[in-house]
Structure formats: C-alpha cells, structure tokens
C-alpha cells in the first residue's frame, strides 16, 4: 500500500491527554509519520523501543539512563518524520485551536507534502476534535481511525511520549542524548506555521 499513516497524539499543552473539567486546553498536536509499506515493522521496532516502559510514561520523569536507551532503541524505528505543533495564538481569537494546529501542520512543517498523497491517520490522546474534525488534515486522508491504541499500541505508546518530550526538547532542558525527538532524521517542533 502506497503512501503514509500519520499517527496523532492530540494533547494540551501541558501534556494532559484528558480533558481537565472548566479548563479550555490549550491544544498541541504531535505527529509520527511512517511510510504505510513498513507500517508492521515500525509497530514492532516501537515496541522494542518503549519495551519496559510504564504505561503513560512521562519523558521528564524517567532517569537519564532510561531516556539515552530509548532513545538508542527508537532510530531502529522507521520513520517518514516527527512534528509537534503547539497553538501559540491567543485561544480567543480562534475558532478552533485544534483545528488551526491540523491546518498548521497540513500546510507547513516536516508533513505538509504527505498531504498531497495518500494517507490514513491514526488518533490518540483521547482529547476531543469537536468541530476540528472537518479540518482538510482529517477531511483528506483516506480514512480517520480514532483507535489507534487498539490497532496500533507501540506506534500509538510512542507517539504519545513524543508528545511529553516536546517541551523539554525544544526548550533544550535535556541534553541532546536524552532529546527523544534527536532519533528522528526528520522532525519539526514550534508553534503554527
């Protein structure tokens, strides 16, 4: 099968896959992308990668030694690229936070030529899409699974301890060893394009 299966870990910005109850998240997306003809080889070369590692696992919070192995077990994964795009704008002025990081990442970053091909997405995170759910990144793919637990666990594992690595590597708060996103050759970390 040609083309990409994006996997989507949709949290807030603080790392919370949960909805926090009065609270308006402030929404992030993280993005794994893998070619689909290697789709069942990355499943499994991401589950040697996080093998041992508690379910929810928060990339602060394990020990350096941890994070330099997964970091080492996590190149073998194969991969098209990374992205992480958190919405730095004034929540206020938009009508949809989650919808302009889909439209960010749809048209800029490490991603946005996956767009003019084919591709499935995968989602995780457990954070709801509302009216994003029309956004073109999730109108266009051939097909829009909200389980990727259930069908894809590691790749879905990983893509969501990507999403609590983002912060502390882009504000370079662990050393380039210990920096999740360095075992990527491609990845993009910031704000809306």
């Known amino acids: 099968m040609n083309g990409h299966t994006l996997f989507l870990a949709v949290t807030?910005?603080?790392?919370?896959?949960?909805?926090?109850?009065?609270?308006?998240?402030?929404?992030?997306?993280?993005?794994?992308a893998v070619?689909?003809?290697r789709l069942e080889e990355a499943e499994h070369r991401a589950a040697d990668a996080i093998a041992g590692l508690a379910p929810g696992a928060d990339w602060i919070g394990l020990p350096p030694s941890v994070r330099r192995q997964v970091v080492e077990r996590v190149r073998a994964v194969p991969h098209y690229a990374v992205d992480h795009t958190e919405h730095d704008r004034d929540p206020a002025c938009s009508a949809s936070p989650l919808a302009d990081c889909l439209n960010s990442l749809a048209t800029g970053g490490a991603l946005a030529e996956i767009t003019g091909r084919p591709y499935t997405v995968y989602l995780t995170g457990g954070l709801p899409l509302g009216d994003?759910?029309?956004a073109p990144l999730l109108a266009g793919?051939?097909?829009?699974?909200?389980?990727a637990e259930a069908r894809f666990?590691?790749?879905a594992r990983l893509t969501a301890l990507l999403a609590t690595a983002a912060a502390p590597s882009a504000d370079a708060?662990?050393?380039?060893e210990e920096d999740l996103y360095d075992a990527f050759d491609r990845y993009t970390l910031g704000g809306l394009a």
């Open 173 to 176: 708060a662990v050393v380039d």
């Open 153 to 155: 666990p590691a790749l």
């Open 12 to 32: 807030d910005r603080t790392g919370r896959t949960e909805p926090t109850p009065g609270a308006e998240p402030a929404f992030a997306l993280t993005t794994l």
């Open 35 to 37: 070619d689909t003809g």
């Open 141 to 147: 793919a051939r097909a829009v699974h909200p389980d």
């Open 132 to 134: 994003a759910a029309s």
